[in-house]
């Protein structure tokens, strides 16, 4: 308890270290904050192209939304994706990256991971709100369930900063961490149905039924991967323009929640290692 | 004695010197085991009371503890052993304009800084213009601090960090900044500190400054507290210790 007091004070530090990132990321650039737009866009074109128009990926329809476009559609898992694996990343430097800090002033060390949340989530918020405008020109109601989207966004945001605050404290100690989880971040990219939709998983997994003789198929395990879940809540929620599937939601809070609980702690364990360790 | 503002009782920090340390994952498999170590002890069983309302001072050589202690005493370092109970609100100021981003202005960089060392936004927006004054980059405030000189960029940190208005004030070697007319002013502002009844804490190698400054002092050799008493006493007896102590 009274470790959250203290990170509870230390809120204005949070926000001031927040604008600090945002503010200082693109400084000194013509285009300023529409280059967080730029990396997005030029990965929607890449596997638009890559993948509907060569490989022919063809994703359904959204129901009831009718919507049938491929780009939009993976913008709508792609934009989550790659704000978690960025608050990773990120999160994971910034006790590495602010040493002289660390070394030099007493504050709540937690504040470094979030506020890398907070500015990456920053960014995500604008695109996010640019993938709306586009949703609506394409015609899909989205408005009624934006409340939602906001919660589910929330639910990512807590699971990535406990992630993110678990490997800080690993990437103090190891400083491979960086470079293992940004393979870790490619391959599990793939591993989760962004650029191509999970019913060709299912087909597949159909194919070769239960695995080692029990009845959990490769779409079971497939499935355990969170960001799955989250993907799949966003998708229903801006693409199908539906409820989202009240198990998907669910396990999404639960993963967020077990997540955080668990980064918490260890951070909590070594913050006043921390100092020495770097 | 008078009431004691901060209270260390038997602190011990051991460091451990890697013999091969194990930063990589691959050298953690390999060894099997996580790294080769040896223990030393930085401060050994340390033990002193500072009063409220003094300004106290830690000499020592070089590598005999001093920092460390400092450090512990900001709570960057935990001790081994031992507590540090404190009696008030405690800033440290081992390092001035720490955090500041070099692409913000100076305005900006007051209020980052300010919230790093424990300010809320009122306190700082209350004492601005004060930071601003003492600092004297009026003129610049609004230019990144990246163009600032090193002079510049110094005095706006200590500004910022001598108005966190702590009752207890850790200072490492810092009073070193700026020019004549600056190192006046902060010397002026220690002295109405002390006269608000605040502590500080200081570390420093110039025994006139601590000759100065102190009422009291702790002499530090090796991690091991050799004396702690009135400043002029302990400066005599480190100075006495010291080979050629004639000469100083």
Redesign the interface.
Known sequence: MRYLKEVLASR??LA??T??EI??QY??TIFGQLWSLVNPLASMLVYTLVFAFILRVEPEAGDPSGLDIFAVWLLCGLLPFAFFSNVVQQGMGSILG?V????????ARIVLPLSKVGSVGYNWLFEMGVLVVVLVIFGAFVWPWLPLVVVTMVLLAIFAAGIALMLAVANV?????QY?VSIIMQIWMYLTPIIYPISLVAVQSDKYGGLFGTSVTILDVYRINPLERFVAVFRQLLYDNRWPDPQDFLLCAIWALAAFTVGLWIFRRSE??L??AL | MSEVAVSIEHVSKKFRLYHERNQSIKSAVMRGRRSVHEDFWALKDVGFEVPVGSTFGLIGSNGSGKSTLLKCLAKIYYPETGSITYNGKIAALLEVGSGFHPELSGRENIFLNGSILGMSKKEITAKFDEIVDFSGVEKFIDQPVKNYSSGMYVRLGFSVAINVNPDILVVDEVLAVGDTEFQAKCAQKFRDFKNQGRTVILVSHSMTSVREMCDSAAWLSHGELVKVGPADETIDAYLDSLPGASAA
């Open positions: 204005e530090l001031n270290l604008l600090r503010r200082g400084k000194r602010n002289g800090l660390v070394q030099k002033v007493y504050f100690h190891f400083r491979d961490t293992f006043k290692g100092a020495e």
